[in-house]
């Protein structure tokens, strides 16, 4: 698969470049996982004396578990949310007969682009008008509006790949629409529908700029919370949240990577 | 699809129209906002240093970003996977997390000073963060990812073999490179420099972090106008400026290029 034949020194130049390249990316979260092992509060790095003391201060004060608690909760809300709301708006897009259907899977992904920010302070006038602002409410609605676009694209796609000939066998051996879709359409894309609730629930748990605008001293999420004092000290005790914000990134892609290859195997079969 | 659309007229097209309403409305229709963004230097300011930093990040992207997508795209599986965990593992990780990491490392007495100073190469901190160098290191850290996938979705379909044809037709590694390659994978670089620049525009966490007051840009002046001035005309003057550019190019070239191509990441089959 080598685009210039065999090996030569532009590969080998290619390679090295891409591995700085890597070590850029990589790198930050390294340090910051080492360092969140200190037992002093200077982030030494490497550090001196290893410790859990940052661990421990992360989970035995309510000032940093309250807030994780309510992110979790509010993750769960906006990914069971977005989850429907994006497979329904999939399954239209792929498998409805109309026109305008281009430009209304346009509109449906659009705020992918459209600023955080922008968006953040349209739903501030809102809800400031309704008295909704800093409450959960305010901030599962905003993160299902982020969150949806993801659901859409790779239900999507899974859609568009899948035989839809099963789903004609169904109708046409007198299942209704409802019931071809329920038990013939949803099951054949299930692993894309599991990896979007994932991304979804991944997406509102770290998002920090609606959180921001929309929470406040009610409904403080974790995000919200490491803003705060990032703005106004370094608290060690950050380093160990990031350590523990990075490996649930990390398990909920592990999760998406065991339930596509879970996927895979029975119709290798 | 139907409870999709109501729920994004509600949350999301109704808020940003308010937002447009607000911004000609002070106790009846006025343009004032509107003529003050264009007068007051401030806001011009906030809107050259958006677009400065904007197109500065797009540009290291696509240096950065291209080799990278084209070494994925043209070696073997395996490594091929390797590769693309590195990629997926930053790419998912919180922006405020990896944003803090970059103010452990850049800081005055972070690990990139403590480092020189230690080996002697400088006596005193050099200021890496709050100016240019940090929102710049930390946008190309976020973004990075989202100019590889569009380019890697595109390079991913390109016939190798084309390249190997012109190979055997007696080209240079270089110019079968530049005259066969680089032309097929051109739709993949207009639709990471356009997603990467409509990103960064509308970028909040990380220029309000990293950068100084010299690094305002629209979206941190957006912030301001709220929390600080509270001048909300003002700042739904913004945002509808905002949603206007990042509106335009992301209808033009929509068109152009195939919006899954643009979103990319999802492992786009079409």
Known sequence: MKANGGPSPGRAALWIFCALLLAFLIAPILVIIITSFNATPYLEFPPRAVSLRWYGSFFSSA???????????????TMILATVLGTAAAIGIVRGGFRAKRAIELFLVSPVVVPIVVLALGLYFLFSSYHVLDTPLALCLGHTVIATPIVIVIVAAALRLSD??????????????????????IPSVKPAVLSGAAFAFLISFDEVVV????????ATTL??????????????????????????????????????????????? | MLPALVFYVAIYVYPLSRLG?????????????????????????????????SLLVTAVCLILGYPLAYLIATTAP????????????????SILVRTFA???????????????????????????????????????????????????SVMSR??????????????TPTRAFLHVFLPLSMPGVAAGCVLVFLLAIGFYVTPALLGGPGEITLATLIDMMINTLLNWGLAATLGMLLVAVVAGIFVAFSSLMGLNRMIGAGGDPT
């Open chain 1, 211 to 218: 959180a921001i605008f929309l929470g406040g001293p009610d």
């Open chain 1, 223 to 269: 995000p919200k919370r490491m803003w705060e004092t990032i703005r106004f000290e370094i608290d060690p005790t950050l380093t160990a949240i990031s350590s523990l914000l990075t490996l649930i990134a990390v398990l909920v892609l592990i999760c998406v990577e065991l339930v596509r290859r879970a996927a895979d195997v029975p119709d290798k079969t």
């Open chain 1, 63 to 77: 000032h940093w578990v309250e807030p994780t608690l309510l992110s979790a909760k509010i993750a769960v809300i």
């Open chain 2, 78 to 93: 395996t490594p091929r996977r390797i590769l693309m965990v590195l990629v997926l593992v930053p790419f998912w990780t």
């Open chain 2, 21 to 53: 309403a607000w911004s000609v409305y002070d106790k009846g229709f006025t343009l004032k906002f509107y003529t003050e963004l264009f007068v007051e230097s401030m806001y011009l300011k906030a809107l050259g240093n958006t677009l400065e930093i």
């Open chain 1, 164 to 185: 839809r000939s099963m789903e004609l066998a169904a109708r046409s051996l007198g299942a209704n629409f409802w019931r071809a879709l329920w038990f013939v359409t």
């Open chain 2, 102 to 152: 970059w103010i452990v490392i850049l800081g005055n007495n972070g690990l990139v000073n403590r480092a020189f100073m230690a080996t002697g190469i400088i006596d005193h901190p050099v200021k890496l963060l709050f100016n240019m160098v940090g929102v710049q290191v930390g946008m190309v850290h976020v973004l990075l990812p989202f100019m590889v996938f569009p380019l890697l």
């Open chain 2, 158 to 171: 390109i016939d190798l073999n084309v390249v190997r044809i012109a190979r055997s037709l007696g080209a």
